[in-house]
């Protein structure tokens, strides 16, 4: 499998956006990113199926970000809204084993990106 590879993070001041891309993903499986703040666990927060068409947000992003995949571009995409500096962390996607999204068990993702960094700051 291909080496997944994460870009859009960046620095962005609270009540911003940003939009994080991951590629190359494949047709089939499902697609998740997860996040890690300094000092915290990897916690997962959105998960988006093989199809494109069923989803999952962990609660603390529900309303403000939103998951996408574009197939013709391999490409899948977690649209971030109303930036908090809570949201500051690494962000990773990773390519689950099924083609439906699980819970956010590492050992059910297959490959990792290398991460991008999100800081949202005044």
């Known amino acids: 499998q291909l080496q997944l590879v994460e870009s859009g993070g960046g620095l962005v001041q609270p009540g911003g956006s940003l939009t994080l891309s991951c590629a190359p993903t494949?047709?089939?499986?499902?697609i998740a990113w997860f996040r890690q703040a300094p000092g915290k666990e990897r916690e997962g927060v959105s998960c988006?199926?093989?199809?494109?068409?069923?989803?999952d947000f962990a609660d603390s992003v529900k309303g403000r970000f939103t998951i996408s995949r574009d197939h013709a571009k391999n490409t899948v995409f977690l649209q971030m809204t109303s930036l908090k500096p809570e949201d500051t962390a690494v962000y990773y996607c990773?390519?689950?084993?099924?083609?439906?999204?699980?819970?956010?068990?590492?050992?059910?993702?297959?490959?990792w990106g290398q991460g991008t960094q999100v800081t949202v700051s005044s």
């Open positions: 990773a390519r689950g084993a099924y083609g439906y999204c699980t819970d956010y068990e590492p050992h059910d993702y297959t490959s």
């Open positions: 494949g047709w089939y499986y499902a």
């Open positions: 988006i199926s093989g199809s494109g068409g069923s989803w």
